[in-house]
């Protein structure tokens, strides 16, 4: 029952996330990205924190500083970073379709550091996945795109965020890791912002960071109860889906 709940809050987080991603693609046609990010991430943990502190799980505690929640901060900024910079220089299709190794990553994540035991068909389907993803990229063929490395950047950033997810100490609530999640992404746009200029959104643009923010904390917890409530051989291919949303919207 628990990796039934934990698959359909992974498909329900990557509708969320597909979705934010076409508000922010487009977004960031006008408004620098590290402004977005800025605005996406202070705004996010800010409700985050509140609500946490509300609950009576202060987001200002002692726990951030946790090795593995520093590894799994530490995986968010560069899941982050590469995922919304994808977003400006990679076709959406193709940045999704790179995110889909995420998956794989995070399995031999659990093989490696949760002691998760598989079996051979298992190793076969990670070398097979892996091959798909070089076949995506095409390295050294005339059709490569170098900046297309971001979105494997992303899968595996974000992968290491997953499998800290699942060994985060029983003391730390979703709530507060959501709201560090979301201050890692305004610490990555306070750094793109040193290298673009600085614009204020329009009205208009800012309505629709708003609802990029509003989306990306529902994928976002409902991502981080998905991990903590089902197994990770089990969950984490639902992470596909995201695929089927993004060529859609695409």
Not at 228 to 238: C, K, S, Y
Request: glycine share 12%; net charge positive.
């Amino acid at each position: 029952m628990d990796n039934i709940r934990g698959a359909l809050l992974m498909v329900l987080a990557m509708g969320f996330f597909a979705s934010e991603d076409v508000f922010v693609k487009i977004v960031t046609e006008r408004v620098p990205l590290g402004v977005v990010l800025i605005a996406l991430g202070l705004l996010g943990g800010a409700v985050f924190g509140l609500i946490a502190a509300a609950r009576g799980h202060s987001p200002f505690t002692r726990q951030f500083f946790h090795p593995i929640i520093l590894l799994r901060n530490a995986g968010e900024l560069m899941g982050t970073t590469c995922f919304v910079l994808g977003l400006t220089l990679v076709p959406l299709g193709l940045l999704s379709a790179l995110l889909q190794a995420n998956p794989l990553f995070v399995n031999i994540g659990a093989i490696l550091f949760l002691g998760m035991s598989v079996g051979w068909r298992r190793w076969l389907a990670i070398s097979i996945g892996l091959v798909g993803v070089l076949v995506i990229l095409r390295p050294g063929a005339e059709a490569f795109r170098p900046e297309a490395l971001l979105g494997l950047g992303a899968a595996i950033g974000l992968a290491v965020r997953d499998v800290a997810t699942r060994v985060t100490p029983a003391g730390i609530h979703p709530l507060q890791t959501s709201a560090w999640g979301f201050v890692m992404a305004a610490v990555s746009g306070a750094v793109l912002l040193a290298f673009e200029p600085f614009a204020l959104p329009a009205p208009g643009d800012a309505g629709l960071i708003v609802i990029a923010t509003a989306l990306g904390m529902s994928g976002y917890y409902a991502l981080t109860r998905a991990m903590q409530t089902g197994d990770v051989p089990a969950v984490t291919p639902f992470r596909y889906t995201r695929l089927v949303y993004a060529i859609v919207f695409a």
